[in-house]
């Protein structure tokens, strides 16, 4: 069926219905255009998802990745960016192959359809011109027909009257024929000119107007067509991009199961390892054999008889840990941590008040007073052995922190670090050390052959301008080196220290052996000291805390070491104090108080906020200083 022959009488109509297809072009292309910008849009979202959650460079995340689940996690963010991708092309694709293509298509369809609509009216416009003029005649023909049958009638009544004159006569039979010969004229141009217009109009509505309607037709079946091809693109480009997203989704399931637990259960022991050797077996304290001790010169007394002694024994000595007494002596005779605050903040008495962190401390004493101060009291009365072990653990504890000291900046030769990690450490900037000189190495092995083909072919170089990047390159190689045999000493060091199981069983029967021929069953052998007051089992063993060395502990052969843990005698009270609040004393070396209570005063606050009371012969501890309110004896403060 052809629009020409059944829609001839349309042309209105199908200028309406040609340019709503237009439109209905437009529409899709725009709708394609928004999905377009949908599938943008979703790209660069899901590109900065996957971007935000990538590891950054020179971070911990970046470490992290030696994990199985952690490279899967990688893995997958990968793939979720090239998925991404998939959907930028989809977006570029459309734009390509579909809006640019109608965006083409329309211009050349609303051409189309103008230059047909254009002819149609002309055509249209001509024929109705040609009914005018048809028109036209028909009206001159009628109009000299009424004129010729009027002149006919007048002259035909003037014949018949015997009163006109027969000139008159004459000249209306004249008129008459001269009517009829227009009229008859008239006859002859409506007639061919109305052959004319029929010959006209038949081609118009049989020829002209059915080839510009076919052309319509053709047109607008074009454009139906063409949109059906777009729409099938727009399916296909999605179709044809999904092998590629099919391989990320399968890079993704691969990446998941290439998570294994036990590997990752094994790089955290290589990430944390230390190695240390576990503490060992705790001895057995006997405190049935109370030791002697002696009184602090340093405790404000008013006994009338104190004990004296002699000036030069005491001076004489030589404590193992002299380089760090201040510590060890803080550990010895105070709470391990600052007093609590107390429960309430009612005006203190002025001896009552708490000295702060800014106040200032009160004259060192002689370490000797202070062991003495150390050993009179009884719940503070450890061992050696024992505080090691405290200290022991509290390194266990602050190994915690290895991984941000590995993070952080540190010595050159990482003695910050635990052996273990010392170890892999220097082992690695060996490798990078090596690498830099292998480097080097290849780029003078090809400076040398250049210089080579110069000495060969002086007119493509000068031999000697590649001699000083020589001479630098080999001051560099001597450099790094020496560099490798630096940290290679160092790693040897490592090693060498590096404790075995034989070791560890050796070392435990040869220090039970030095325990019990040291000083007695209640004394224990001291290990060497670390700058801040902790202990470790080996000389020189790596920790967090370097230890210094040629501090080896004293023997059984030192008298003078046994002369310090001899007297045992109670220390006199200086004053008494009234309990403010109550106070649980759960930390070691603390006593408990209730609210009210009167103590006596043994020892005044150090300034490290902790009183020293006694409430009967044999309990006695640190209370916090403003928790108390203290009373002393006029003697005790005037002196």
């Keep these: 069926m052809s629009w020409g022959s059944e829609l001839w009488d349309q042309f209105d109509n199908l200028e309406k219905h040609t340019q709503w297809g237009i439109e209905f072009v437009e529409k899709y292309s725009k709708f394609v255009k928004e999905r377009t910008e949908i599938e943008f849009s979703y790209a660069k979202q899901i590109r900065n998802l996957s971007r935000k959650y990538q590891p950054k460079k020179n971070s911990r995340e970046e470490e992290e990745n030696k994990y199985t689940f952690c490279r899967a996690f990688l893995t997958t963010l990968n793939e979720l960016n090239d998925y991404a991708g998939q959907h930028e092309v989809i977006a570029e694709n459309l734009t390509s192959q579909i809006i640019c293509e109608l965006s083409r298509y329309l211009q050349e369809l609303k051409s189309e359809r103008k230059s047909h609509f254009h002819d149609g009216r002309k055509a249209q416009q001509y024929i109705e011109s040609s009914w005018k003029q048809l028109e036209s005649c028909k009206r001159r023909f009628e109009r000299e027909c009424k004129e010729a049958d009027r002149a006919q009638q007048h002259f035909e009544k003037m014949d018949a009257d015997i009163n006109v004159t027969k000139a008159d006569v004459e000249r209306a039979r004249q008129q008459a024929q001269m009517k009829q010969q227009m009229a008859t004229d008239s006859k002859g141009d409506y007639s061919s000119y109305l052959q004319k217009f029929n010959q006209e109009q038949n081609e118009h509505y049989y020829t002209i107007i059915p080839n510009i309607f076919q052309k319509l037709q053709d047109m607008e079946e074009k454009r139906i067509e ?40 094994k790089q955290v022991i290589e990430s944390y390892k230390s190695g240390f050797e576990p503490p060992g077996d705790v001895d057995f304290e006997d405190y049935g054999q109370a030791m002697k001790r002696t009184v602090s010169d340093t405790s404000l007394t008013n006994s009338k008889e104190p004990k004296e002694k002699p000036v030069s024994k005491t001076k004489g000595k030589l404590w193992p840990f002299i380089k760090n007494k201040n510590k060890l002596m803080s550990l010895l005779t105070s709470p391990r941590q600052p007093p609590p605050a107390p429960p309430a903040s009612p005006p203190p008495s002025p001896s009552a008040v708490p000295n702060d962190p800014q106040s200032p401390k009160q004259p060192k004493e002689p370490l000797s007073h202070r062991l003495n101060d150390f050993m009179i009291t009884k719940p503070k009365m450890h061992c050696l052995r024992s505080l090691r072990r405290g200290l022991s653990l509290k390194l266990i504890t602050l190994n915690s922190h290895v991984r941000n000291l590995i993070e952080g900046s540190g010595p050159e030769d990482f003695s910050h670090l635990p052996p273990e990690q010392r170890r892999k450490k220097l082992q690695g900037k060996i490798d990078d050390l090596n690498k830099d000189i292998q480097k080097e190495m290849d780029q003078r092995d090809a400076l040398t052959k250049m210089k080579d083909v110069y000495v060969k072919n002086p007119q493509m170089g000068d031999p000697a301008s590649v001699d000083p990047r020589l001479s630098e390159i080999g001051h560099t190689i001597e450099k790094l080196q020496a560099e490798v045999q630096k940290f290679e000493g160092w790693y040897t060091e490592v090693e060498e220290r590096m404790p075995s199981k034989s070791d560890s069983h050796r070392k435990s029967g040869l220090y039970e052996a030095q325990n019990n021929s040291a000083v007695s069953s209640n004394s224990c052998a001291q290990d060497r000291e670390s700058p801040d007051g902790s202990y470790t089992e080996e000389q020189n063993s790596e920790t967090q805390l370097r230890a210094k060395p040629n501090l080896n502990p004293p023997t059984s052969s030192t008298p003078d070491f046994d002369d310090e843990f001899e007297d045992e005698e109670t220390l006199p009270t200086i004053g008494t104090c009234k309990a403010l609040y109550p106070f649980e004393g759960h930390n070691e070396g603390t006593i ?3 609210e009210g209570e009167l103590l006596y005063v043994i020892e005044e606050d150090k300034g490290d906020g902790w009183t020293r009371v006694r409430r009967n012969e044999e309990e006695e501890g640190y209370v916090p200083t403003s928790y108390v309110d203290v009373f002393l004896e006029t003697n005790a403060k005037d002196s």
Excluded: N
Excluded at 230 to 247: E, H, N, S, Y
């Design 226 to 265: 063409r949109i059906g091809v777009c729409m099938k693109t727009f399916a296909d480009v999605d179709r044809q991009i999904l092998p590629i997203v099919g391989k990320c989704l399968d890079g993704m399931t691969k990446a998941a199961e290439s998570i294994e637990p036990k590997d990752d259960s």
């Design 592 to 594: 408990s108080v209730a």
